[in-house]
C-alpha cells in the first residue's frame, strides 16, 4: 500500500506567537475560546513578551494583544529611519578645511586634496567641492509590520553569537517541533538508519541582516567590517545545516528547494516524495524568514507591493494609518504587510509513527507545483495556479467523493493586494464552478500574521492544524466587506471565525495555496487527522490500532509536559554545538555498508542494479 506521510508535530513562532501546542493559532481566534482554553496561550505570551505571567489581568491581555499580530514595525523606527543622502560642499573661497585621524584617510588620497599632518592626525585642504553622504533622518512610508511579539529575543535562548535573526528563528523553530514531539529524537534515530532522515529548510530571501548578507555588502559603504561569518551565514539553506548540525545530528537528505512565497509547498513536497519513494522515513520541514528590514521592504515598496501609511489612510478616511488593520485581503485593500516566521513540521510514514505511537494531526496527499508558462511580466500572476488547484481539488475528490469535497475549504494565499483579490478569487471561484462545490469557506491568515514570504505555506498549515483540535476556521477579521471586484458566486469568503463542528468534525481536508513571485505556484491537499486514521483503519488491524493509542497515550503526555513548562518559561533549547563531531576516524566502511560510530545502525549500500533490464 501507498505510504501515507503523516504530519506528527509542528513548532515555530511568528507574530500570533509559538506554534506547538496551537497557541499561535489560538491567538488568532482569542475571541471566540473561553478563559479556561486562553490561559496557557496568555500566560505562554506574557512570559516570553516579558510581562507578568503569573498574574494575567486585562492589563496583561491588552499589552499581549497589542504586541502581536499585524501592528506598528517594531525591528527599526519607521519615523526615524537613519539615511544617507548625496551632497555637493562647496566653500566661498574655493577651499574646504577639515581634520581626519590618519587611519581613517582614504587610501587613494584624491589629486584635489592637500594633507598637513598634525601629530596622529591630518589637516586636509581641498582645493574645488567635495563630494559627501550626509547623514539624516527620514519618515519611512511604510509602518506596518509583523514581527514576532514584542520583546522576544529568541536569540536570548541559546549561545546566538552573530547568528542573523533568521538563523535565530530556525534554531528556535526546530527545537520547538523537537521538543513537542512527545517522543526523544534519540528513540526515533534507534528505529531507522542514520540516512533515512531527510531535512529541508531555507528561506526564500536568504540571511539579509546586519550579520549576514546586509552586513557585508554595506560594511564597504559605513565604515564597518566584514566578518568572516557574514558570507556563509548569507546562504538560503543555512537553516537546514544549522538543524542538521546543531539540533538533529542528521546525516541525510537535506537543502532546500526554493520557490518565492510557494517555499514551504516546495520543501513540503521534497519531503512527501522522500518518504513515498522510501528515501526516508522522517522529514523535518520547515522555513524561517527575517524579511522585516527597511532595505527589503523598501525594493518591494517601489513595485508597488507594500500597503504604504498614505494608502491606508486613504481607505479609512483618516489622518492615522491602521497598522492593525493593515492586510486586508479581498476588500478595499493597498498592499501586503511584510511579517516575520519560523514554521517547522515533522512528517513520517504511517508505518514509522504507529510503530512510535506518534500523535497524528493529520496528512499531506500532494504538494502540486505547477509554474505559469508564458507571461508579459515576471512579477504578474499566470495560469500555473489554476492547475495546481484543479489538481488538488480533484485529488480531494478521489479521496473524499463528491459528499467529502463539500466538506473542505482553502487557505488562500491571500495577500492583501489588490491584484491579488481579483486573480486569486477568479481562480478559486472558477475552481469552485467546475467541481460543484457550492459555498466554498476561504479564509487568509496573513490579515493576522503578515506574508512571511517563504514560510507563508508554513503559517497557513499550522493554523488549518489547529481547526482540528478547536473547530474554528479563523475569519478574516481586518475586513468589513468583500470588494466589488472579487470572483465569489461559489465561495463563502468568511470574514468571522466559522465553526466546523468539535475537533473539525464537518471538515475533512483543506487546500493551502501559495502563488510565488516569478511565477512559483503550489497547491497542498492536508486531510484531517480523522480521516487519516479512517484510511489507516484499512492497513491496520483493531490490534495493531489499539496498540498504537496506548502507545499515544504516552507522547501524548510528554508533548503536554514540554508545553506546560514552556508555558511556565521553562523552554530548552537544541542547540548542540560542538558535541559528538565526527571525523575520519568515525567512518568505517564496507563494500555493503558505511557504519558510523555515533550512530547504533549501518548505513546499506546499493548493491541492487537498478537498471539490469538493459544491461
Known amino acids: 500500500m501507498t505510504k501515507i506521510p503523516v504530519i506528527v508535530g509542528f513548532g515555530g513562532m511568528n507574530a500570533a506567537g509559538r506554534s506547538s501546542g496551537f497557541h499561535s493559532y489560538k491567538r488568532m481566534i482569542a475571541d471566540v475560546l473561553s478563559t479556561q482554553q486562553m490561559a496557557s496561550t496568555w500566560q505562554d505570551l506574557a512570559l516570553r513578551m516579558g510581562l507578568d505571567g503569573e498574574h494575567i ?62 601629530g596622529s592626525k591630518v589637516k586636509v585642504t581641498v582645493s574645488g567641492n567635495l563630494e559627501a553622504l550626509l547623514p539624516e533622518e527620514v519618515s519611512f512610508p511604510v509602518s506596518s509590520g509583523a514581527n514576532i511579539p514584542r520583546g522576544f529575543d529568541p536569540g536570548a535562548l541559546y549561545n546566538a553569537r552573530f547568528h542573523p535573526r533568521g538563523i535565530k528563528l530556525s534554531i528556535y523553530g526546530a527545537s520547538d517541533l523537537i521538543n513537542s514531539l512527545g517522543i526523544e529524537w534519540e528513540t526515533i534515530l534507534s528505529c531507522i538508519t542514520p540516512d533515512q532522515v531527510s531535512v529541508y529548510a531555507g528561506s526564500s530571501m536568504g540571511q539579509i541582516d546586519d550579520q549576514s548578507m546586509q552586513g557585508m555588502m554595506g560594511a564597504p559603504l559605513t565604515g564597518g567590517r566584514v566578518s568572516s561569518k557574514m558570507m556563509a551565514m548569507s546562504f538560503a539553506q543555512m537553516p537546514a545545516d544549522f538543524i542538521n548540525s546543531y539540533v538533529l545530528n542528521s546525516i541525510g537528505n537535506t537543502g532546500t528547494n526554493m520557490g518565492a512565497c510557494a517555499t514551504f509547498l516546495y520543501n513540503v513536497r521534497q519531503g512527501i516524495m522522500d518518504i513515498q519513494n522510501g528515501s526516508a522515513r522522517v522529514a523535518i520541514i520547515g522555513n524561517a524568514e527575517a524579511p522585516v528590514i527597511a532595505e527589503l521592504m523598501e525594493g518591494y515598496r517601489v513595485m508597488g507591493a507594500l500597503a504604504e501609511d498614505r494608502q491606508l489612510c486613504a481607505l479609512d478616511g483618516s489622518d492615522t494609518p491602521d497598522n492593525r488593520r493593515a492586510c486586508r485581503p479581498f476588500s478595499e485593500n493597498a498592499g501586503f504587510t511584510m511579517g516575520e516566521s519560523a514554521q517547522f513540521i515533522a512528517l513520517m510514514d504511517d508505518e514509522l509513527a504507529v510503530e512510535l505511537g506518534a500523535t497524528i494531526y493529520g496528512s499531506v496527499a500532494d504538494v502540486f507545483v505547477n509554474a505559469d508558462a508564458n507571461k508579459k511580466s515576471i512579477s504578474a500572476p499566470g495560469v500555473g495556479n489554476y492547475v495546481t488547484m484543479a489538481k488538488a481539488t480533484a485529488l480531494a475528490k478521489a479521496i473524499l467523493g463528491d459528499e467529502g469535497l463539500q466538506q473542505t475549504y482553502v487557505q488562500a494565499h491571500g495577500t492583501g493586494t489588490p491584484q491579488n483579490r481579483v486573480t486569486e478569487s477568479h481562480i478559486l471561484n472558477e475552481v469552485a464552478k467546475t467541481f460543484g462545490i457550492k459555498n466554498w469557506p476561504v479564509t487568509a491568515i496573513k490579515s493576522y500574521v503578515g506574508h512571511s514570504m517563504g514560510v507563508a505555506g508554513g503559517d497557513q498549515l499550522v493554523a488549518s492544524l489547529g481547526v482540528w483540535r478547536y473547530g474554528y476556521i479563523p475569519g478574516i477579521k481586518t475586513i468589513d466587506h468583500i470588494a466589488d471586484d472579487v470572483h465569489r458566486s461559489n465561495l463563502n ?34 486531510l484531517s487527522p480523522e480521516k487519516t486514521m479512517a484510511m489507516l483503519s484499512k492497513k491496520y488491524s483493531p490490534e495493531q490500532l489499539s496498540a498504537y493509542q496506548h502507545k499515544n497515550e504516552q507522547v501524548v503526555l510528554k508533548s503536554s509536559q514540554y508545553d506546560q513548562g514552556a508555558c511556565q518559561g521553562h523552554e530548552p533549547m537544541l542547540y548542540h554545538f560542538g558535541e559528538s563531531v565526527m571525523d575520519e576516524s568515525h567512518v568505517r566502511l564496507s563494500d555493503s555498508q558505511i557504519r558510523l560510530t555515533n550512530f547504533d545502525k549501518a548505513i546499506p549500500l546499493p548493491t541492487d542494479n537498478p537498471f539490469k533490464d538493459y544491461c
Open 57 to 118: 489581568d486585562n492589563d496583561v491581555i491588552e499589552a499581549i494583544k497589542q504586541g502581536t499580530l499585524v501592528r506598528r514595525v517594531e525591528t527599526f523606527d519607521p519615523d526615524h529611519l537613519l539615511y544617507q543622502s548625496k551632497a555637493t560642499l562647496a566653500s566661498n573661497d574655493g577651499e574646504i578645511h577639515f581634520t581626519i585621524r590618519k587611519s581613517k584617510l582614504p587610501a587613494s588620497i584624491p589629486e584635489s586634496w592637500h594633507l598637513e599632518e598634525q
Open 493 to 526: 469568503i468568511l470574514k468571522d471565525h466559522h465553526f466546523v463542528g468539535d475537533h473539525g468534525k464537518d471538515c475533512q481536508a483543506v487546500i493551502i495555496n501559495a502563488k510565488g513571485f516569478g511565477g512559483n505556484n503550489a497547491s497542498a491537499l492536508v
